[in-house]
C-alpha cells in the first residue's frame, strides 16, 4: 500500500478516520522497561512508517503524541498511549522538522547512489539514514580519496543546477521498476562492500557549526591558529608519550626502593602490606620479585582509596592457593592466579583493611614449623 505521506510527502496536517485501536506494548529504542499503549491503524497516514532504511515519522493524532510508527503488511501501525476510539474521524500532525530532516537525507541518498552507479558502476546493496550522519553501502571493495572528492563534485553540481526530484509509482509488474534505484535494507557492509557515510542539507550546516565551534576552542586552548593545530597537537602526544614513559620508570624504581627498604630491616615480619595510589600491575610484581615470596606474604594495592584498583596477593604457593579467592570476594572484584600470585581488579578498596585482618589471622594461626 502506498501512504498518502509517499503522495505527498510536503503534507504537514491530515484529516483520516481511525479504523481499529487495541492493547500493546513498546520497546524503547534505547532499552528498559516496555511502554504500554495502543496500536492504532488509520484509513491512511502522513505519517511514514520505517523502512527501506529510513526511521518513522513523529506527529500528533489530535493532540496525542505517536511515538512509533511501524509497517504490519499493507498497513501502518501507529504506537500512542491514548486509547482511540474505531470509525472516529481525527487530525494527523506532522513532526515537520524531523520529516524535512529524513527527506534531505533520502534525496541524497538516491542522487549519490545514481551517480556513483552511473560514474563508477558501484551499486548501492543497503543504506542507513542515522541520527547524526547516513551510511550507503556500495557493492565494491574499496574507493579511492579521488573517486570519492569526483563523487562529491559532481553530487554538488547536480545540487547547484536543481535537477527536478520526480517521484512515480510503479506496479509491481512494470518492466520499467527494474530502473528504479532499490534499497535492500540496512545491514551493516560486509566482506567486498564499502560504507560511503554522508550528510545532506540542514545536516551538513549543523556539521560546520559543530567543526566551527571546535575550531574555535581549539585555537584558544592551543593559542595558534587553525593551520597549526594539528601539528600543535602532534607536539602535546609526543610530550604525553614521553612524560608516561618517564613516570613509569620512576614508578619501576620506586618499587625497586621499596622492597629494598624492607629487606633491609634486621626482621623482616611475614606479612608486607602497601597501598599507592599510582601505580600497575607491573609496579606490584616487581616489589613481590624484589622481596621474594617463599617466606613472606606480599598484599599490594594500587588506585583510589575507596573506589575501584588492582590488587595482588603473593607468597607460598599454597597460601596464596587458599587466601587469594577469599581477597577478591572481600574487594568486590575478580582476580586469577598461579605459581604463588593471585591478581585482579577491586571495586571496594575500602575493604583493604578487612583483607588485612583476614591474612593477620591466617599467619597467626600457622606453626612456626609452617
Known sequence: MVFQCQRDS???????????????????????????????????????????????????????????????????????????????????????????????????QHLITAIAEQMFGFKT???????????????????TAEQTEALERSVNEKIRERVPVIVRELAADDPEIETVIKLLGTEKGKKNKTNLIF?????????????????????????????????????????????QKNNLNLLRDIAVLIARDFKSKPVQSQLFVLHRKEGDSEFMNIIANEIGTEETLL?????????????????????????????AELLGGKGAGK????????????????VQALLQEFISHQSPEA
Not at 341 to 354: D, I, L, P, V
Open 339 to 354: 605459581r604463588g600470585r593471585f591478581q585482579g581488579k577491586a571495586t571496594k578498596m575500602s575493604r583493604r583493611g578487612e
Open 10 to 108: 510536503w503534507a504537514r496536517q491530515f484529516a483520516t478516520r481511525v479504523v481499529s485501536c487495541r492493547a500493546a506494548e513498546l520497546q524503547p529504542e534505547g532499552g528498559g522497561e516496555p511502554v504500554r499503549g495502543f496500536q492504532v491503524v488509520l484509513e491512511d497516514t502522513i505519517l511514514f512508517p520505517e523502512g527501506g532504511g529510513q526511521p518513522d515519522d513523529r506527529g500528533l493524532i489530535g493532540d496525542v503524541p505517536v511515538l512509533r510508527v511501524t509497517r504490519r503488511g499493507p498497513e501502518a501501525v501507529h504506537f500512542v498511549q491514548a486509547a482511540l476510539e474505531p470509525g472516529a474521524e481525527v487530525l494527523l500532525s506532522l513532526d515537520w522538522e524531523r520529516r524535512f530532516d529524513h527527506m534531505q537525507q533520502h534525496s541524497g
Open 299 to 327: 598484599f599490594l594495592t594500587v588506585g583510589d582509596e575507596k573506589e575501584a584498583g588492582l590488587f595482588l596477593l603473593a607468597g607460598p604457593v599454597e597460601a596464596v592457593e587458599n587466601l587469594g579467592p577469599r581477597v
Open 199 to 243: 550528510l545532506a542539507g540542514n545536516r551538513v550546516l549543523k556539521s560546520i557549526e559543530q567543526s566551527h565551534s571546535t575550531e574555535k576552542a581549539l585555537t584558544s586552548l592551543l593559542k595558534n591558529g587553525p593551520g597549526e593545530h594539528v601539528e600543535a597537537v602532534k607536539r602535546l602526544q609526543s610530550s604525553v608519550k614521553l612524560l
Open 125 to 143: 546493496t543497503s543504506w542507513e539514514l542515522g541520527r547524526q550522519r547516513s551510511v550507503i553501502e556500495l557493492d565494491t571493495p574499496s574507493m
